[in-house]
């Protein structure tokens, strides 16, 4: 990002300054597709959200259809959107997914690939080939999921820097086609108006170029420190809250046996340690959290559910205290 700054001009100015600012940014495009595995096209939007709105609202196909478990983002992005509810397993419904569009006009499917608050794992793999037999398109929030996971086949996808250690403010929007979209002029090849954040660019790139597989070091002991909790929770009369699927080990979703999720954050807080009562950004409304309603968790335990997550910089000794002050705190 220094390199950035230090080079920093408008890059969709002509003058010499300009270019060598485009040349730079068009560069760190190239790195994110690299470091993605992406052979489509990228556009870099202010972040996640941005990115979502302008998938779901300027995609050529006239209908949107969204899962049940989606971040908020998406609901607004896409307000009058049909809904795709859960199968028995916490798994958007395939066939539900086939009846919405069974004998409609195309339409664009949004489904997360890894849940913001439970770290479940959909399976975007079973849901392409029914989005591709009715001709329409598949667009993927990888928010939680780029540079931890692989990438999932699909459409569109949606990343974002910070999620993956890389600066706030930039994200970036996954297309296999700009044909899939309508353009409304500006820059980013018209697709996207508001100057270029050059300098974050180059810090998403390094980010992204940073996340081997080595991306959480300590990540076996880690997964057993978590695993062992697991069964303590249990034990102790709280839930791991996933409806038995697939998780991401950088994301928990735990019920306490009695204590409120807002006085968890609060006694967390006061320990030292950051959790937060469902999605980050809507931790502080208090207000029921869409996802676990909709996995059909009892709304009582939904009250006691609060959302741990790992970062690129998360240590096993951070981890092993979680559980010693999760444990501390179930006992009494």
């Known amino acids: 990002m220094e390199e950035g700054f230090a080079l920093w001009a408008n890059p969709s100015s002509p003058h010499a300054e300009g270019r060598k600012a485009r040349a730079t ?40 259809i969204v899962s049940a478990i989606e971040h908020d983002a998406v609901f607004r992005g896409a307000p009058e959107a049909d809904v795709i509810g859960l199968g028995d397993a916490p798994l958007v419904d395939s066939t539900n997914l086939k009846r919405l569009l069974d004998g409609s006009s195309n339409a664009v499917v949004a489904i997360q690939h890894v849940n913001s608050e439970t770290g479940v794992i959909q399976p975007i793999f079973d849901y392409l080939p029914i989005t591709r037999q009715y001709g329409s398109l598949l667009l993927c929030d990888c928010s939680q999921s780029a540079g931890k996971h692989e990438l999932p086949d699909c459409d569109m996808a949606v990343v974002s820097a910070h999620k993956l250690g890389g600066p706030i403010g930039i994200g970036a929007l996954l297309v296999r086609d700009f044909a899939m979209l309508n353009p409304v002029g500006g820059h980013e ?25 080595d991306y959480l070091p300590e990540s076996e002991k880690i997964s057993d420190l978590l695993c062992n909790l697991a069964d303590e929770v249990w034990d102790r009369g709280g839930a791991m809250v996933d409806g038995g699927g697939t ?23 006061m320990a030292g340690i950051a959790v937060s009562q469902g999605s ?3 931790s502080g409304t208090m207000k029921t959290s869409r996802v676990l309603e909709a996995m059909g968790v009892d709304r009582e335990i939904a009250k006691r559910t609060i959302r741990m997550s790992l970062g690129w910089s998360t240590s096993a000794k951070e981890v092993e205290r979680f559980c010693e002050v999760w444990l501390d705190l179930a006992k009494h």
Not at 43 to 64: D, H, N, V
Not at 249 to 255: K, T
Request: aromatic share 6%.
């Open 25 to 64: 940014l068009e560069d760190a495009r190239e790195r994110v597709k690299r470091a993605l595995g992406w052979e489509g096209e990228v556009i870099f939007t202010s972040g996640a959200s941005e990115a979502l709105q302008i998938g779901l609202q300027r995609s050529k196909p006239a209908r949107r």
């Open 189 to 213: 090849r018209g697709y996207r108006q508001g100057t270029e954040n050059m300098p974050s660019a180059l810090g998403f790139a390094a980010a992204l170029e940073a996340c081997t597989s």
């Open 247 to 269: 998780t991401s080990m950088f994301i928990r979703a735990i019920a306490h046996p009695n204590m409120s999720a807002s006085a968890q954050v609060m006694r967390f807080d």
């Open 280 to 282: 980050a950004c809507s």
